[in-house]
């Protein structure tokens, strides 16, 4: 047997070579180059005892049911209705094939900021049909537990902690999208590993329309991870990709997989028309106006964003067909001639005169019964006349080239025609039928539309967060994470979401001062503040503001400006807070000179004395000034002061990560916001 390592910062990966298909000998953190990969090989090799076959089933990147392997197979297909048990045998390095089923596989690895990116291509001689085809497998950690996520509309990326038990873990999302339910990312914790230390692996498939996750532990201990496409839904055929698996590993706690995750995303990920452009301040005016769609109320809405800070001016929902409310439209991309009688072109030109780019909400894979497109194409409906509608609303079909053909028309007529440089592309319903061809459709349909105007951003948006993958956002630039404009739930969300996803992608707005989805009255300051943590945006109408949350958000808006171009290229650190109603992170700049601390408090602390809050990933020997910066935010009868109100802080990063900072008493729904900056060595 020989073997082969694949390296990328902070890890390696080490498989065997040998006539059939590669075993990973080892995934974790980086091993010294001076390994001696052949002895390394040998200490895998495990012992025989009673009850078992007379040698261990490979436990390779596919494993395969002919070798008799105890658990869940890497490939389950049928020919002609029989199962098909392939063996296959290396031709190359990274390729291999079964003679007998007539089976080619490919293993494709690339290595870029952290990330080593693996995935499978299969190609069979006559048409078969896959049931599953798993990414190259790997083998689960002996110890810990495993962290995996669900969630709902307005509930995104709950985490999970479920140890690892013999038998299956199984999350699939069937419903033709990543998915609020079952978000495509988890990650193995070694015992003890925090967001601060220990041992972490993250895995995150980069596929937009359904996939399955098994960790099993299988009957002898040894533990296997796959994850594919949700199986049983890619049609008979003869060429196939598992969809690419994005790994990483930290030994600095969970915290090193999010940053790894959050660089690649930003820098390898996302098709940037210009990486050099800042993020503009977003308005959105869902929540300001819904349908109900008036020139001069929203150019007045327009200035005032603008008076605010704002830069982008998104026109939601409601502008096309006859769509008043949900029940109708979608599919009819015409302009509403009795909202927008001289059509888009005055509002457009509003928006620009303020100084803002203009974008436009569009929902193109989806179609009302009640329009004039499904009226004249009923056969372009996906799924059973029967279904269960979602939104009054169903499927296109997408794996039709007429479909195609035509949603890139309406979009690019819709493009050319004005000046319009930003799409928010919703996606409102689960498929009604499992069916991957849609992903690929919505994937291709995006990249012909990109490569006619590639100077087009598009957010990607499917009833909040419903569609977030690195897939999709190898399309797209900005997702919109959650419906939930309520700035405590919003803080926990992406806070999570940080896991995955850098400030850059992640949108945030400031919603009404009654939050629509939960009923709660939130002050200003902390619907700004979370809104700050990532890519800013306002969703409210700015007509309810008073002068005083308008200077609040004028002020707060202004600080997000003129640190943007630091913040959007920093490294989001989870801070391990051990008040449960303290949730807190720490931006460290890429050059790692400056940092940013946000310690949002979502309700009444158990104890009377905030505890410390440690911060993470500074230098233990530099000296820094911290300084806090929103001091004068306290609204409460506090007696005496904390250090930090009465200036800065000097102090080493060691004592900064071990003792703590001591933070003021405060109300809930309050953030506190602090400055770092590292100083000169004496
Ligand atoms: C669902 C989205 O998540 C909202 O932000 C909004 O765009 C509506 N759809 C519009 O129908």
């Known amino acids: 047997m020989t073997t082969t390592r694949v390296d990328a910062s902070r890890q390696t990966l080490v498989f065997s070579q040998n006539k059939g298909l590669p075993c990973v000998l080892y995934w974790g953190p980086s091993l010294p180059f001076s390994e001696d990969l052949d002895a390394l090989a040998e200490a895998t090799r495990s012992g025989i005892t009673g009850g078992m076959l007379d040698a261990v089933p490979p436990l390779s990147i596919l494993p395969e049911a002919a070798r008799s392997f105890p658990g869940q197979p890497g490939l389950i297909a049928y020919q002609g209705g029989a199962p098909l048990y392939p063996s296959f045998q290396a031709t190359g390095e990274r390729t291999f094939r079964c003679d007998a089923t007539g089976l080619t596989l490919t293993l494709e690895i690339t290595a870029e900021d952290g990330v080593i990116t693996l995935a499978h291509r299969l190609t069979a001689d006559t048409p078969i049909t896959l049931h599953h085809l798993a990414a190259p497998v790997l083998p689960g950690p002996q110890s810990g537990d495993i962290l995996h996520f669900s969630g709902r509309w307005i509930g995104e990326f709950q985490a999970n902690r479920t140890p690892w038990q013999p038998g299956m873990l199984k999350r699939e999302a069937r419903t033709g999208r990543s998915g609020h339910e079952h978000p495509p990312l988890a990650f193995f914790l070694e015992d003890g590993a925090t967001n601060t230390a220990g041992t972490a692996f993250g895995m995150h498939l980069a596929y937009p329309g359904g996939h399955v996750m098994i960790a099993e532990e299988l009957p002898d201990g040894r533990r296997q991870i796959q994850w594919g496409i949700a199986t049983g839904t890619q049609a008979t055929g003869t060429e196939f990709h598992s969809a690419d698996l994005l790994l990483t590993v930290s030994d600095k706690g969970l915290n090193g997989c999010a940053v790894n995750f959050q660089r690649h995303i930003r820098d390898t990920i996302v098709p940037w028309p210009d990486k050099s452009r800042p993020r503009p301040v977003h308005y959105n005016c869902w929540e300001a106006v819904y349908f109900d769609h008036d020139l001069d109320t929203l150019k007045d809405i327009a200035t005032r964003a603008a008076s605010l800070g704002a830069e982008r001016f998104v026109l939601d929902d409601g502008w096309f067909g006859k769509r008043d409310d949900d029940t109708s439209s979608l599919g009819d991309w015409q302009i509403d001639p009795r909202k927008w009688p001289e059509g888009l072109t005055p509002l457009i030109d509003h928006v620009h005169s303020e100084g803002m ?223 449960p109603a303290i949730t807190a992170e720490l931006q460290l700049s890429e050059d790692k000179q400056r940092f940013v601390v946000f310690a949002g408090q979502s309700e009444t602390s158990n104890q009377i004395l905030p505890r410390p809050l440690r911060l993470t990933a500074l230098e233990p020997e530099a000296r820094y000034e911290v300084t806090l910066l929103n001091a004068d935010e306290v609204r409460h009868p506090a007696r005496g002061n904390t250090a930090l109100q009465s200036g800065p802080l000097t102090l080493t990063g060691a004592t900064l990560m071990t003792l703590g900072l001591r933070l003021p008493w405060r109300f809930p729904q309050t953030m506190w916001v602090l400055e770092g900056r590292k100083l000169d060595a004496p």
């Open 357 to 579: 780019r203009f974008g436009l909400w569009v929902e193109p894979e989806m179609v009302n019964l009640n329009s004039d497109l499904a009226r004249a194409y009923p056969d372009w409906i996906l799924g059973p006349k029967d279904q269960i509608e979602g939104r009054h609303q169903r499927l296109l079909n997408l794996a039709l080239s007429t479909v195609q053909d035509f949603l890139f028309d309406v979009l690019d007529s819709i493009l050319k025609s004005h000046d319009i440089d930003y799409l928010k592309w919703d996606h409102n319903r689960l498929s009604p039928i499992p069916d991957a061809a849609q992903a690929s459709g919505v994937l291709a349909l995006l990249q012909r539309l990109r490569t006619a105007h590639p100077a087009v951003e598009i957010e990607t948006c499917a009833s909040g967060g419903g569609r977030i993958d690195a897939g999709i956002l190898r399309q797209t630039h900005r997702v919109w994470l959650s419906d939930s404009n309520d700035a405590i739930e919003r803080l926990r969300i992406q806070h999570d979401a940080a896991l995955l996803l850098p400030s850059a992608v992640t949108g945030s707005h400031v919603g009404p001062r009654q939050c629509h989805t939960s009923g709660r009255i939130i002050p200003m300051e902390f619907r700004a503040w979370v809104a700050a943590q990532r890519h800013m945006g306002f969703e409210m109408d700015p007509r309810e503001l008073t002068d005083e949350e308008a200077e609040t958000l004028t002020r707060i808006t202004t600080w997000w400006k003129d640190n943007r171009h630091w913040t959007m290229r920093a490294d989001i650190h989870r801070l391990d807070s051990h008040d």
